[in-house]
């Protein structure tokens, strides 16, 4: 009888706040020890030369989510396919309410997607849409006991955006039964006017999606949102953080001492608007949109700044995969304007390596804000914490071996989802995932997968310590 189910020997842990070497062992897809020679184990992996992380959490992902115009590419199994193979052992998708329905059937409608598919482990954030008296009275209260303890709402999408009453009920809902809110700070009113005169004036292209939403519109909104948050008394996340002018609104509600908290995303430091200049909808012009939009590159250094200094507290994907067919990006309705152009881009599978490579090895952060920034973060920030986010004893042996001196340049033909494009393609990064490891399971090794659909089970979550007291 072998005294360990696994052991990762010879490699460097890396953790949120320390980095040394151990061997770590693993019983019953849990940590058991982690120690200086961890002997006796049924398996070895020999992790020399390699970093020990916790596998990558990615707390803002779409996944099977119905868009008007266009179906999304991935679903629970080749979304979280892509997850394992970039090191990223956790999911949090979005379960979102369409209109009129009822929150208790969107979330049974997720679970039968994702029931025996997924390769990673997941959870699941409701999307608030139509903030009834029965939804926040009875429907949210009990799903947020049952384990979907954060929420996301929009200050923009026809379908989707909540008025400021709205806005201020929801949040008080979230105050009372302790959800954390997720807001998408852009404004619905301003997007929609720019919108109306750039068409006037024949301006169509992919790129004028960018100009219709300019950073001013998402500072506005943010600025609204956390004004709401302090009347309320209620913390608030600000999600997909594009830019220096949203960012520097968040850094005045912190240093109030506000519980406002937020995320940024590769895109806003991969991507500038420049990726879209001169491109129509026949050179994949729609491939860049997303919103809020890659910035410019003083943004980048301010998202940089943010990162450092501790502005964010997560570092997700927002994946949100379109085909750049005539079934996704390309849609006949989108070659007559960007304003159709299904929003949003692929990136759970580039996200760790996007963070390494810009920031890690060209010393922009260090390792421990890396795994900070993808993994323990998002596991303290979602009621994770302490099952999943760290190597330690007694955490779920969700850990990624990493090298950081694997040079690989990004390229479509290295991805595993099913999108059919990445928005990082060319991108040269040093630093790569070698093996994927969910709860003592090799899933990935150099690109190959080895785990099955159904090998990732629900997460249901406790109560956010962010969430208020
Ligand atoms: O363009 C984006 N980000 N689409 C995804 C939906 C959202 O707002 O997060
Ligand atoms: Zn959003
Ligand atoms: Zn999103």
Redesign the pocket.
């Known amino acids: 009888m072998s005294d360990y189910d696994l052991s990762i020997r010879g490699g460097t842990v890396v953790t949120a706040s320390d980095t040394f070497r151990a061997d770590v062992g693993i019983s019953g897809g849990r940590i058991v020890a982690v120690a200086d020679r961890v002997e006796g184990a049924a398996r070895e992996i020999d992790a020399s030369g390699l970093l020990v992380m916790p596998g990558g959490i990615d707390s ?1 992902v ?1 996944l099977a989510q119905p868009s008007s115009g266009a179906q999304m590419a991935d679903g629970f199994l080749t979304g979280t396919r892509g997850a394992i193979a970039g090191g990223t052992t956790t999911v949090i998708p ?1 379960a979102m309410q369409p209109r009129g329905e009822s929150l208790r059937a969107v979330v049974q409608d997720y679970h039968k997607k994702a029931e025996g598919q997924a390769f990673a482990d997941y959870g699941f954030h409701l999307i608030i849409t139509d903030p009834t008296p029965s939804v926040l009275g009875q429907e949210l209260p009990a799903l947020v006991g049952d384990g979907y303890t954060s929420f996301k709402v929009f200050m923009t999408y026809a379908d989707m955006v909540l008025n400021d009453r709205e806005l201020l009920e929801v949040f008080e809902c979230a105050r009372k039964c302790r959800a954390l809110v997720m807001v ?1 700070a852009e404004g619905y009113d301003a997007i929609k006017f720019m919108t109306e005169r750039l068409e006037q004036a024949g301006k169509t292209a992919p790129y004028y999606h960018g100009v219709s939403r300019p950073e001013i519109v998402e500072r506005e909104a943010a600025h609204r949102a956390i004004s709401h948050a302090e009347l309320i008394d209620v913390p608030l996340m600000i ?2 953080v594009s830019g220096r002018e949203a960012m520097e609104q968040i850094r005045w509600a912190q240093n109030r001492g506000m519980k406002v908290y937020a995320e940024t995303c590769p895109q806003y430091v991969a991507l500038t608007a420049d990726d879209m200049k001169g491109l129509n909808m026949d050179d994949s012009g729609g491939k860049y949109v997303c919103s809020p939009p890659p910035r410019d590159h003083e943004s980048q250094e301010a998202i940089w700044q943010g990162l450092q200094q501790g502005v964010f507290k997560t570092f997700s994907s ?1 994946h ?1 995969p379109f085909m750049d067919t005539s079934e996704g990006k390309r849609n006949p309705q989108a070659r007559t304007s960007f304003k159709w152009v299904p929003n ?1 881009i692929p990136g759970v599978e580039t996200r760790m390596q996007v963070l390494w490579g810009l920031g890690v090895d060209k010393g922009r952060i260090g390792m421990n804000e890396f795994v900070a920034l993808t993994s323990t973060n998002h596991a303290k920030m979602y009621g994770l914490y302490p099952k999943k986010g760290s190597i330690a004893a007694g955490f779920d042996a969700d850990i990624v071996l990493w090298d950081p001196n694997k040079k690989e340049t990004i390229r479509q033909e290295l991805m595993h989802g099913a999108c059919d494009y990445t928005p990082y393609e060319g991108l040269e990064v040093r630093g790569w995932p070698v093996m994927t490891i969910l709860r003592g399971k090799p899933v990935c090794e150099e690109g190959k997968i080895l785990g099955a659909p159904g090998d990732g089970g629900f997460l249901a979550r406790a109560i956010s310590p962010y969430a208020s007291k």
């Open positions: 803002h779409h979005f998408h999600v997909h927002d949100c949003g």
